[in-house]
């Protein structure tokens, strides 16, 4: 991707200058902790008595004046990496790459550490600080520099470093805990607090190579949340946090404090599914294909889909139905398409399943999984399709005394994610959540799903037909007889019977307030009296508030861009997905329909059919509970009087 017109460059000249400081901190400097606790030993033992593999650090920052009590071999970051496998006296090549991005990680932050001092007035400081004591006024001033400029060199540091090593990442769990050396005195003490306590993190849970980049990614990953957190509210950041550098050699983005990432994805061992094995399930499959397509509008130049942009784009969607009505199989055919899609494009595409098996024991675990997850699909530079499977299991209920604290921080994560004040939809991304029981999920989580897809399998006897063929496969001689196979899964023509079946609603106690609100008020054809309906609607169910208008208005933007994508612009992306994003916004604004007033009731009716059906199925579950629980409790009283008597 080009270069745009916000970012400064980060020159290579500048960064290879700080290579021999970078080094001389890998080999071997001083640090006395001053927040955490030492877990291992800071020394390391010389590979060849009497040839020490250290030497002393001097800082080549003007106007900074550092003392060291402890010996220069306190901390031996490249003999602590060469030690791994103690089973191998040779460097490992994974080693060597590990010591390498160590190295250009740190020159990096250096090296941008200069370009913040000049922007900032810091180095005029430091070298006015090194003639002679500063006056009150410009001293307070050089500690909240020296502090930003500390904050902003670790985070980089830490940024890079992930960025450099994220190709080299495996399935290997580490968990790390939290980062507490992060000093903020000046740079150089910042440096030496974060590679200390690497130093004692490798010591700890690097024990083969797998192990030591696993150990690398989450402790960069952990060091940069900590530092973003230090710096909400600090001083004199502005010149770091709101610009952007770029280093083309790496192809790395520095954008504040928002961790950089690859653009890698994911290697998928599913069974994907083609659209025609998905019976029944029209409005379903109809909506996932056409949201497939969608994605792949997103303009990774301008990191804005113009589906985002123009309205209609389906960032949250929940999938309910019985057991064995095709959930997984849905999931499946999007899975499929998004990744033939994104490999005819070139694209990098990432699927992530949330499942139960993210829930943890360890207090704020469960959250911090849930957080990855939800971060991993973000990543701006790739395609990502995200699941929730089974959320009535993993995400908790607020009020149900069965939830655990782990279903809760679940639940938690994911309403901050879906729509919270920090929330930006780009449309690289989707996350479909899915349930049997969806009347079990959290009332405020189940309405940040912006639409609803009724999976309610086969219905009628040619989808029985339809799919009795499917699985049975060729290999037997059974004559298929009367019957026109698969022309019932056309899909257009099923997408709108089941659209125009929401012409009137379909749940008992929906179609009662309807009728009578149209009783009153006539045919509903204005806003004001589509107004009216749905406050009617409310009355009846006080969980109808104004986000089920927002989701049933965006569902009506989502009708209007009810068309398809051509299959070419699929197969021959020159034509369509590699177009400029004005272009693109273009050719999509010429093929957007007009919004009806017929459009605007099905999807009211649609929308509210669903929080009726949870409703009236969480009133019965409720119902049902109490009823086990009176018997239980004459059986009590039973058992108890006779053993009275």
Known sequence: MSQTSDLMELREVDIRKQYSAAVALLEGFDHVPRIARPRTPARVEDRSPGIPSARRFRSTTPGLVTRSTARPEGVQLI?????????????????????????????????????????????????????????????????????????????????????????????????????????????????????????????????????????????????????????????????????????????????????????????????????????????????????????????????????????????????????????????????????????????????????????????????????????????????????????????????????????????????????????????NCTFGMFSNYPENVDDALRQRAGARFLVDGPQTREDYIDILALLMGKRHDIPLGDHDLFAAQEIKRAVAASFESHARPHEAGLLEVFERVRSSVGDLDTIAKLGTYLKAIQQADARFTGRAIKNITDAVKVRAMDFELPDEWMEQPELFLFQPYEVKSAMISELRRPITVEMVIQEINRYADSEFRYADKSDEAAIEAMVRDFGRQDAAKKRYLEGKG
């Open 79 to 427: 003999a602590r990496i060469e030690a791994v496998d103690e089973s191998d006296p040779l460097v490992t090549p994974m080693q060597a790459t590990v010591i390498t991005a160590l190295r250009r990680a740190l020159a990096i932050a250096l090296a941008l550490g200069d370009t913040f001092s000049d922007a900032t007035g810091l180095g005029d400081l430091k070298r006015a600080n090194l003639q002679g004591p500063l006056g009150n006024e410009r001293k307070a001033e050089f500690t909240e520099l020296l502090a930003a400029e500390a904050l902003a060199v670790t985070h980089v540091f830490a940024n890079a470093l992930g960025f450099l090593l994220a190709l080299h990442a495996s399935e290997t769990p580490v968990t790390l805990g939290e980062v507490e050396e992060v000093l903020t005195d000046n740079a150089g003490l910042a440096l030496h607090g974060a590679l200390w306590q690497l130093d004692q993190e490798i010591a700890a849970h690097a024990r083969d190579d797998a192990h030591l980049v696993a150990t690398l990614i989450a402790f960069a990953e952990a060091l940069m949340a900590k530092v973003a957190l230090r710096s909400q509210g600090a001083p004199r950041l502005a010149a770091f946090s709101t610009a952007s550098w770029r280093v083309a050699a790496d192809d790395l983005t520095l954008r504040g404090f928002t961790p950089a990432t690859q653009a890698r994805g994911t290697t998928l061992t599913m069974q994907f599914k083609t659209p025609q094995e998905v019976v029944g399930n029209h409005i379903a499959k109809y909506q996932a294909l056409r949201l497939a397509k969608m994605l792949m509008a997103y303009d990774f130049e301008r990191r804005l889909n113009p589906f985002a942009d123009l309205g209609g784009f389906i960032f949250t969607f929940m999938g309910d139905g019985k057991p064995g009505t095709g959930k997984t199989t849905l999931i499946q055919m999007m899975a499929g398409l998004l990744h033939g899609y994104c490999e005819t494009a070139g694209y990098p595409f990432r699927y992530q399943n949330l499942s139960t098996e993210n829930i943890d024991s360890y207090q704020g675990k469960s959250g911090q999984n849930a957080k990855a997850f939800i971060d991993h699909i973000l990543d701006p530079a790739v395609i990502g399709f995200g699941t929730i499977d089974d959320i009535d299991q993993l995400a908790g209920k607020r009020g149900d005394r069965q939830s655990s604290a782990g279903q809760l921080e679940i639940t938690a994560v994911l309403m901050e994610s879906f729509a919270g004040a920090n929330t930006v939809v780009r449309g």
